[in-house]
Protein backbone atom coordinates (compact mmCIF):
# COMPACT_ATOMS: atom_id res chain seq x y z
CA UNK A 1 0.00 0.00 0.00
CA UNK A 2 1.26 3.59 -0.52
CA UNK A 3 2.04 5.23 1.95
CA UNK A 4 1.35 9.22 1.56
CA UNK A 5 3.64 12.81 2.62
CA UNK A 6 2.32 15.78 1.78
CA UNK A 7 4.69 18.12 0.17
CA UNK A 8 2.16 21.42 -0.13
CA UNK A 9 -0.78 22.37 2.16
CA UNK A 10 -3.79 22.23 -0.44
CA UNK A 11 -4.18 19.17 -2.50
CA UNK A 12 -6.43 18.67 -5.63
CA UNK A 13 -9.83 16.76 -5.43
CA UNK A 14 -8.31 14.62 -8.71
CA UNK A 15 -4.80 14.04 -6.18
CA UNK A 16 -7.36 12.65 -3.46
CA UNK A 17 -9.20 10.90 -6.06
CA UNK A 18 -6.04 9.05 -7.17
CA UNK A 19 -4.72 8.59 -3.39
CA UNK A 20 -8.19 7.52 -1.78
CA UNK A 21 -6.42 4.31 -1.06
CA UNK A 22 -3.27 5.53 0.56
CA UNK A 23 -3.16 3.01 3.68
CA UNK A 24 -2.05 6.27 5.65
CA UNK A 25 -4.86 8.42 4.37
CA UNK A 26 -7.46 9.51 6.83
CA UNK A 27 -9.88 12.12 5.53
CA UNK A 28 -11.58 14.53 7.53
CA UNK A 29 -14.68 16.61 7.74
CA UNK A 30 -14.20 20.19 9.16
CA UNK A 31 -17.51 21.59 8.02
CA UNK A 32 -19.42 23.55 11.03
CA UNK A 33 -22.27 22.65 12.82
CA UNK A 34 -22.87 19.58 11.07
CA UNK A 35 -25.78 17.26 11.45
CA UNK A 36 -24.80 13.81 11.10
CA UNK A 37 -27.41 11.71 10.56
CA UNK A 38 -28.79 9.36 7.79
CA UNK A 39 -29.34 11.54 5.22
CA UNK A 40 -25.63 13.11 5.70
CA UNK A 41 -23.00 12.27 2.70
CA UNK A 42 -19.25 12.25 3.15
CA UNK A 43 -16.11 11.80 1.06
CA UNK A 44 -14.17 8.51 1.10
CA UNK A 45 -15.27 7.54 4.71
CA UNK A 46 -14.81 10.96 5.87
CA UNK A 47 -14.39 11.23 9.97
CA UNK A 48 -16.06 14.42 11.27
CA UNK A 49 -13.45 16.73 13.37
CA UNK A 50 -15.91 18.89 15.34
CA UNK A 51 -14.76 22.10 15.46
CA UNK A 52 -17.18 23.44 17.65
CA UNK A 53 -17.49 20.99 20.45
CA UNK A 54 -14.33 18.52 20.31
CA UNK A 55 -11.44 21.07 19.10
CA UNK A 56 -12.40 24.00 20.98
CA UNK A 57 -12.23 25.14 24.29
CA UNK A 58 -16.27 24.88 25.02
CA UNK A 59 -15.53 26.47 28.43
CA UNK A 60 -14.13 30.12 26.98
CA UNK A 61 -16.53 33.13 26.53
CA UNK A 62 -15.66 33.59 22.27
CA UNK A 63 -16.23 30.80 19.67
CA UNK A 64 -13.96 28.04 18.27
CA UNK A 65 -11.24 28.69 21.00
CA UNK A 66 -7.82 27.13 20.58
CA UNK A 67 -8.63 23.94 22.90
CA UNK A 68 -5.91 22.68 25.39
CA UNK A 69 -2.62 20.27 24.16
CA UNK A 70 -4.23 17.46 26.03
CA UNK A 71 -7.48 18.13 24.89
CA UNK A 72 -6.46 18.42 21.25
CA UNK A 73 -3.99 15.05 21.31
CA UNK A 74 -6.85 12.87 22.69
CA UNK A 75 -9.92 14.18 20.74
CA UNK A 76 -7.56 13.31 17.88
CA UNK A 77 -6.64 9.99 18.90
CA UNK A 78 -10.42 9.57 19.23
CA UNK A 79 -10.34 10.15 15.74
CA UNK A 80 -7.58 7.43 14.82
CA UNK A 81 -5.07 9.80 13.92
CA UNK A 82 -1.36 8.27 14.25
CA UNK A 83 1.86 10.33 14.28
CA UNK A 84 2.17 8.90 10.47
CA UNK A 85 -1.14 9.56 9.12
CA UNK A 86 -1.61 11.84 6.24
CA UNK A 87 -4.63 14.22 6.65
CA UNK A 88 -6.85 15.76 3.91
CA UNK A 89 -8.99 18.23 5.20
CA UNK A 90 -12.38 19.15 3.01
CA UNK A 91 -15.58 21.76 4.87
CA UNK A 92 -19.00 21.51 2.84
CA UNK A 93 -18.78 25.54 1.55
CA UNK A 94 -15.37 24.55 -0.96
CA UNK A 95 -12.41 26.65 1.23
CA UNK A 96 -13.72 27.87 4.60
CA UNK A 97 -13.21 25.92 8.01
CA UNK A 98 -11.03 23.33 6.92
CA UNK A 99 -8.53 25.80 6.84
CA UNK A 100 -8.09 26.25 10.70
CA UNK A 101 -8.43 22.41 10.88
CA UNK A 102 -4.93 22.53 9.06
CA UNK A 103 -4.14 25.85 11.11
CA UNK A 104 -4.78 23.97 14.23
CA UNK A 105 -2.71 20.73 13.32
CA UNK A 106 0.36 23.15 12.37
CA UNK A 107 0.06 24.90 16.27
CA UNK A 108 0.21 21.47 17.62
CA UNK A 109 3.13 20.14 15.71
CA UNK A 110 1.53 18.09 13.08
CA UNK A 111 2.46 18.89 9.74
CA UNK A 112 1.75 16.37 6.93
CA UNK A 113 -1.83 17.73 6.36
CA UNK A 114 -3.60 19.38 3.74
CA UNK A 115 -7.11 21.54 2.77
CA UNK A 116 -8.57 19.76 -0.15
CA UNK A 117 -9.07 22.78 -2.40
CA UNK A 118 -12.66 22.92 -3.15
CA UNK A 119 -13.68 20.80 -1.11
CA UNK A 120 -17.51 18.88 -1.42
CA UNK A 121 -18.74 21.38 -3.46
CA UNK A 122 -15.53 20.43 -6.32
CA UNK A 123 -15.46 17.16 -5.75
CA UNK A 124 -19.06 16.36 -5.99
CA UNK A 125 -18.81 18.45 -9.35
CA UNK A 126 -16.46 15.99 -10.47
CA UNK A 127 -19.12 13.13 -9.68
CA UNK A 128 -16.46 11.78 -7.55
CA UNK A 129 -18.08 8.91 -5.15
CA UNK A 130 -20.09 10.73 -2.28
CA UNK A 131 -21.04 7.63 1.00
CA UNK A 132 -23.84 8.09 3.54
CA UNK A 133 -22.19 8.65 6.95
CA UNK A 134 -22.93 5.31 9.67
CA UNK A 135 -21.52 5.32 13.20
CA UNK A 136 -18.41 4.37 12.32
CA UNK A 137 -15.44 3.21 15.34
CA UNK A 138 -11.98 4.12 15.25
CA UNK A 139 -8.90 2.14 16.71
CA UNK A 140 -7.49 4.99 18.83
CA UNK A 141 -4.39 6.36 17.40
CA UNK A 142 -1.10 7.46 18.66
CA UNK A 143 -0.60 10.78 17.42
CA UNK A 144 1.67 12.86 20.06
CA UNK A 145 1.58 16.99 19.87
CA UNK A 146 3.51 19.84 21.19
CA UNK A 147 2.20 23.25 21.00
CA UNK A 148 3.71 25.71 18.69
CA UNK A 149 3.15 29.46 20.44
CA UNK A 150 4.48 30.95 17.81
CA UNK A 151 2.22 30.49 15.60
CA UNK A 152 -0.84 31.57 17.68
CA UNK A 153 -1.93 34.87 19.75
CA UNK A 154 -4.22 36.26 22.31
CA UNK A 155 -5.45 39.58 23.87
CA UNK A 156 -2.41 40.48 25.17
CA UNK A 157 -0.35 39.24 22.01
CA UNK A 158 -2.29 41.53 19.79
CA UNK A 159 -1.86 44.47 21.88
CA UNK A 160 2.20 44.36 21.08
CA UNK A 161 1.38 43.62 17.93
CA UNK A 162 -0.19 46.57 17.43
CA UNK A 163 2.94 49.13 18.01
CA UNK A 164 5.32 47.11 16.37
CA UNK A 165 5.91 48.46 12.71
CA UNK A 166 7.02 45.18 11.30
CA UNK A 167 3.84 43.43 11.67
CA UNK A 168 1.54 43.28 9.61
CA UNK A 169 -2.46 42.71 10.53
CA UNK A 170 -4.34 41.57 7.98
CA UNK A 171 -7.80 41.27 8.54
CA UNK A 172 -9.84 38.98 6.56
CA UNK A 173 -14.03 39.71 7.25
CA UNK A 174 -15.80 41.21 4.45
CA UNK A 175 -14.84 45.06 3.43
CA UNK A 176 -18.41 45.73 5.21
CA UNK A 177 -17.48 44.37 8.21
CA UNK A 178 -14.05 45.96 7.97
CA UNK A 179 -15.17 49.62 7.43
CA UNK A 180 -18.24 49.15 10.21
CA UNK A 181 -20.90 49.60 7.97
CA UNK A 182 -22.59 46.47 8.87
CA UNK A 183 -23.78 44.69 12.25
CA UNK A 184 -21.78 41.97 13.08
CA UNK A 185 -23.03 39.04 12.99
CA UNK A 186 -22.71 37.70 16.87
CA UNK A 187 -25.48 39.40 18.61
CA UNK A 188 -24.31 42.36 20.67
CA UNK A 189 -20.79 42.61 19.29
CA UNK A 190 -19.64 45.98 18.19
CA UNK A 191 -18.41 46.55 15.03
CA UNK A 192 -15.20 47.96 14.71
CA UNK A 193 -11.32 47.35 13.76
CA UNK A 194 -8.11 46.37 14.95
CA UNK A 195 -5.93 49.31 15.00
CA UNK A 196 -3.37 49.39 12.00
CA UNK A 197 -4.81 46.75 10.37
CA UNK A 198 -5.62 46.43 6.96
CA UNK A 199 -8.59 44.82 5.05
CA UNK A 200 -8.31 41.18 2.48
CA UNK A 201 -11.88 39.43 2.72
CA UNK A 202 -11.03 35.80 2.08
CA UNK A 203 -13.34 35.40 -0.32
CA UNK A 204 -10.85 37.58 -2.54
CA UNK A 205 -8.97 34.79 -2.75
CA UNK A 206 -11.45 32.46 -3.91
CA UNK A 207 -12.53 31.60 -7.57
CA UNK A 208 -15.64 29.59 -7.59
CA UNK A 209 -14.92 26.35 -5.12
CA UNK A 210 -11.58 26.85 -4.91
CA UNK A 211 -8.17 29.08 -3.89
CA UNK A 212 -6.89 31.26 -6.75
CA UNK A 213 -3.85 30.05 -8.32
CA UNK A 214 -0.59 30.94 -6.81
CA UNK A 215 0.80 33.81 -9.23
CA UNK A 216 -2.77 35.58 -8.63
CA UNK A 217 -2.33 35.33 -4.57
CA UNK A 218 0.96 36.29 -4.83
CA UNK A 219 0.13 39.90 -6.34
CA UNK A 220 -2.88 40.09 -4.00
CA UNK A 221 -0.16 39.97 -1.27
CA UNK A 222 2.23 42.30 -2.71
CA UNK A 223 -0.02 44.99 -2.54
CA UNK A 224 -0.10 44.92 0.77
CA UNK A 225 3.58 46.02 1.97
CA UNK A 226 4.72 42.19 3.00
CA UNK A 227 7.72 42.42 2.41
CA UNK A 228 10.14 41.57 5.02
CA UNK A 229 6.75 41.65 7.71
CA UNK A 230 5.36 38.98 10.14
CA UNK A 231 1.76 38.72 8.82
CA UNK A 232 -1.15 38.29 11.81
CA UNK A 233 -4.27 37.25 10.22
CA UNK A 234 -7.27 38.12 12.30
CA UNK A 235 -11.31 37.58 11.01
CA UNK A 236 -14.11 37.64 13.02
CA UNK A 237 -13.83 34.27 15.41
CA UNK A 238 -10.52 32.72 14.03
CA UNK A 239 -11.55 30.36 11.36
CA UNK A 240 -11.58 32.38 7.71
CA UNK A 241 -8.35 34.26 9.00
CA UNK A 242 -6.67 30.76 8.62
CA UNK A 243 -7.76 31.05 4.85
CA UNK A 244 -5.26 33.81 4.23
CA UNK A 245 -2.48 32.06 6.32
CA UNK A 246 -3.03 29.38 4.06
CA UNK A 247 -3.32 31.10 0.79
CA UNK A 248 -0.07 33.08 2.31
CA UNK A 249 1.56 30.55 3.12
CA UNK A 250 1.16 28.71 -0.49
CA UNK A 251 2.99 31.86 -1.61
CA UNK A 252 5.79 31.05 0.91
CA UNK A 253 5.41 33.58 2.98
CA UNK A 254 7.30 33.12 6.29
CA UNK A 255 6.52 34.13 10.47
CA UNK A 256 2.78 33.69 9.83
CA UNK A 257 0.62 34.11 12.98
CA UNK A 258 -3.46 33.63 13.58
CA UNK A 259 -4.98 35.48 16.15
CA UNK A 260 -7.15 33.29 18.17
CA UNK A 261 -9.95 35.03 19.27
CA UNK A 262 -9.78 37.56 16.43
CA UNK A 263 -12.33 40.53 16.40
CA UNK A 264 -14.92 38.53 18.18
CA UNK A 265 -12.14 38.86 21.68
CA UNK A 266 -11.10 41.88 20.60
CA UNK A 267 -14.21 44.11 20.18
CA UNK A 268 -15.67 42.93 23.53
CA UNK A 269 -12.36 43.53 25.79
CA UNK A 270 -12.22 47.04 23.91
CA UNK A 271 -14.28 50.08 23.39
Avoid at 9 to 21: Q, Y
Avoid at 24 to 41: Q, R
Avoid at 212 to 220: R, T
Wanted: with cysteine; hydrophobic share 40%.
Amino acid sequence: MKILKHNSPLVSVDWLNEHKDASNLIVLDATINKVIDSESKRILKARFFDIKNKFSDVSAPYPSTLPSKEQFQNEARNLGINNDSCLVVYDDKGIYSSARVWWLFKVFGFNNVAVLDGGLPEWTLKNFPIQPYVEDTYQIGNITVEFNLELMTDFDGINQFIKDSNVLIIDARSEARFKCLVDEPREGLRRGTIPNSKNLPFTDLINGNTLKPIGQLSEIFSKLETKNRTMLFSCGSGITACVVALAATLCNYKDLIVYDGSWTEYGSLTE
